[in-house]
């Protein structure tokens, strides 16, 4: 059974950097298309980057579009979250998540659509 846990979140100053990393265990990562989600407090999850196994395919917010990047290490079982030129409207808890891998997949980076696996999530802070 897949298992996914995050790490890396923390207290990081505006126009600071922080990288996320989701570790997966129990199975390998080929085939599932890997998802990071955020939830700020009293705010809905929304999807921030997801990434495709095959062949790279990315969505990413246009909210973190040019500050944030996914990417994956399918020999490692790890998934990344760059995260540069952070804002206070950033700090929320990251989760990453999976979901088989399909192709077309117009909800490629839709919360409700990841079934497959979820980690507890890292809280990430940005203040001065």
């Known amino acids: 059974q897949l298992q996914l846990v995050e790490s890396g979140g923390g207290l990081v100053q505006p126009g600071g950097s922080l990288r996320l990393s989701c570790a997966a265990s129990?199975?390998?990562?080929?085939?599932?298309?890997i998802g990071w989600f955020r939830q700020a407090k009293g705010k809905e999850r929304e999807g921030v980057s997801c990434?495709?196994?095959?062949?790279?395919?990315?969505s990413t917010a246009d909210s973190v579009k040019g500050r944030f990047t996914i990417s994956r290490d399918n020999a490692k079982n790890m998934v990344y979250l760059q995260m540069n030129n952070l804002k206070p409207e950033d700090t929320a808890v990251y989760s990453c998540?999976?979901?088989?891998?399909?192709?077309?997949?117009?909800?490629?980076?839709?919360?409700?659509?990841?079934?497959?696996?979820w980690g507890p999530g890292t809280p990430v802070t940005v203040s001065s």
């Open positions: 998540a999976a979901k088989i891998e399909i192709t077309p997949d117009q909800f490629m980076c839709h919360p409700w659509a990841y079934l497959a696996a």
């Open positions: 990434i495709s196994s095959s062949d790279g395919r990315t």
């Open positions: 129990g199975t390998t990562l080929d085939g599932y298309t």
